[in-house]
């Protein structure tokens, strides 16, 4: 896997979290603050979904690479890696989902 990519786009992401709303998408995303970067995530999700339910490979991957863009980005709002992600999904790998869901305690 190529994580460098996501870690040179989670840099980037970064460094226009401050920049002025007008300077980038980006800094414009930042500056309308979580919701409008969820109502990207939802948008983004929605086309993906729709991509694979016309069983258009290449739109699934074109939609899937905008749906995860935007999930950096929003993991930046928090104050997270793409490393944070990757670290928990190595901790799943070789647990079934059954059981991973199981451990979880519920709220």
């Not at 970064?14 to 990207?40: C, M, P």
């Not at 935007?70 to 989902?97: F, N, Q």
Request: charged share 35%; proline share 1%; hydrophobic share 35%.
């Amino acid at each position: 896997m190529n994580t460098s990519i996501l870690e040179r786009l989670s840099e980037i992401i970064e460094t226009r979290k401050s920049a002025e709303g007008d300077s980038s998408y980006v800094a414009k995303l930042f500056h309308g603050g979580q919701d409008k970067i969820l109502k990207k995530i939802a948008e983004e999700a929605a086309e993906t979904i729709m991509a694979s339910k016309d069983r258009d490979a290449d739109q699934v991957i074109y939609e899937t690479a905008d749906l995860w863009f935007h999930c950096l980005v929003l993991l930046a709002y928090h104050g997270l890696e793409p490393g944070d992600v990757l670290k928990e999904l190595e901790r799943r790998e070789g647990i079934s989902g059954i059981q991973e869901k199981a451990s979880r305690t519920e709220e």
